[in-house]
């Protein structure tokens, strides 16, 4: 038998699995990131914590084809970390540094791209050909991947499908243009309306007792967020549903975009709101299917959420 | 030597190129397409043309590899045009039909990812690996090509960028949804837009001798387009650099959404408006830079315009 190692390296922690054939994480092992730590350090801890997980399962060096390392920032092809700097990588050859400790053939990649591929080869994208990855976090993230490929463009910078503009001169962005998906769908900007909306109800009928919003975040905005509004929705509060509905609205049109331009098999929704599974999908679903130009199509993308969570990115460092 | 011959099977025209290994067309022939003509008439007058456009050339049926046909329409990967309306084919075997007339293998593809693919291979994008078209036309449509590939998407009906919502709720597009590039970067809507404004400058000043686009139309709104905005723009109209930059932002806006999704090494503009060359392109580019996610980054895209003209088409047809 021949494994693989994926490796999830964080600012917080590193998180690595043993991957048989079909990309099933048969062993897992996670350790602290070393606060501070020099390359060389955390290229020790990571040394380390790879030969104790081969030990744990049961595995022999000369058993592991490869050892797939995901990085919070941009990698060149070559191994070396460009930029990451919550971990404060700069220039740094991590590739050959691994190599080096292991003797192992090391493979780097993006976290981002790793977790997208992850889902592709094991999760939610298993056995589609053209896969589109939107994770929502404090910002809009996305990959594409086409036969395996992720695509990185002419810079190793694609992806970015969080700044593609839908409402023209609407939103600032923090990228600096206005009206982008992100200023809109991301957690962050969910999150910010639903604070203005819960503080203006508030000032409207400040002795409503029924604002659902506000009873839930215990009287602190700063508490709302994606959950809070689905618990919301679950009381059929009113406030809540208009927030989802706009926002749905919001994300559907950035997706049927996509969909219209490139037709994905599979159009994968990640991040803490895919969580939701079908509260989210299912109107996302209708709305996009009422946006798209290909609405009467007999083939139509699957719009699903992703299955992986955190193993995503083990898994998908290890593919290639 | 063995050669390639390239068919771009349009409602009026068919134009055939015999092409060399480096898909320079060494000889060239049209004939009109037979109107009303049914599918097997149509094929052997495609055939008919085949075989002159080779006598023409000197060359023989054996040193023909390929004959790759471009159609409008719809095309499966077994060579079925499944819906052309323009020429009439529903459903029409065209492949077979051309392979038995001719005994040379045969190549279906839709026209507008021929010519994307002729550009790719012998024009603007020579060399590229990734490669986005955009033809601006009645409409807006695109094509974008990864390492020789067209990607069509899960149902072959993806490159609809022109029918990415830029402005959320803004004017009626075609497609039925509000506010999608299309709407407002086609050729026809910028022959709209100028038709209004000129008409409503006209109001406002019935009197005024210097209305730059109401002489250069003849006062006849409906032969306003894009070349007599350019005209007018040589002229140092106020009222067409208006028009000018309205229409550069909102296109610009959809190219950097697309380069912020997929960093492609070229982004083509094909169509009327990119025979202006750089009196297009140069403030294109100055407005999509400004735009982008990337806008530091060492390697960025290169926007250029179209090289091949109705040429293009010929060439793509036989790239496989």
């Known amino acids: ?92 050859p991590f590739g050959a540094m691994m190599r080096e400790r292991t003797g192992i053939t090391i493979h780097m990649v993006n976290d981002a791209r790793a977790a997208a591929l992850g889902e592709y080869v094991a999760g939610a994208g298993k ?33 970015e499908i969080g700044h593609m503009v839908i409402k023209q001169n609407g939103a ?11 200023a809109y769908a991301s957690a962050g900007a969910l999150k910010e309306k639903m604070q203005r909306a819960v503080l203006e109800e508030r000032k409207k009928w400040p002795r409503r007792k029924e604002s659902v919003l506000w009873e839930l975040c215990g009287h602190r905005v700063e508490y709302l967020n994606g959950k809070t509004l689905f618990k919301a929705l679950e009381q059929e509060d009113e406030l809540a549903q208009e927030l989802f509905d706009e926002y749905i609205e919001y994300l559907a049109e950035g997706i049927a975009n996509i969909i219209n331009a490139l037709q994905p098999e599979v159009f994968c ?52």
């Open 1 to 92: 038998m021949s494994y693989r190692i994926g490796v999830d390296l964080g600012g917080t922690n590193m998180a690595a699995g043993m991957l048989d054939a079909s990309y099933q994480i048969v062993k897992f092992a996670t350790i602290k990131t070393r606060q501070g730590g020099t390359p060389e350090e955390i290229a020790d801890d990571m040394a380390a914590l790879v030969w104790n997980l081969a030990e744990d399962a049961g595995i022999t060096k000369e058993e592991i084809e490869l050892i797939g390392i995901g990085v919070p920032g941009s990698v060149t092809e070559e191994g070396v970390v460009e930029d990451a700097n919550n971990i404060n990588f700069y220039d740094v």
């Open 127 to 159: 056995g589609s050909e053209t896969f589109q990855m939107l994770t929502i976090g404090t910002g809009v993230g996305g990959a594409l991947i086409v036969d395996g490929k992720v695509i990185a463009g002419c810079n190793g910078a694609a992806g």
């Open 172 to 182: 600032k962005c923090n990228c600096g243009r206005r009206g982008c998906l992100e």
């Open 269 to 320: 929704i990640g991040g803490g709101m895919s969580e939701q599974k079908e509260k989210l999908l299912a109107p996302l679903r209708t709305s996009v299917m009422d946006k798209i130009y290909t609405k009467h199509s007999r083939i139509q993308t699957r719009i699903v959420a992703a299955e992986l969570g955190n193993n995503a990115g083990i898994i998908g460092a290890a593919y290639k």
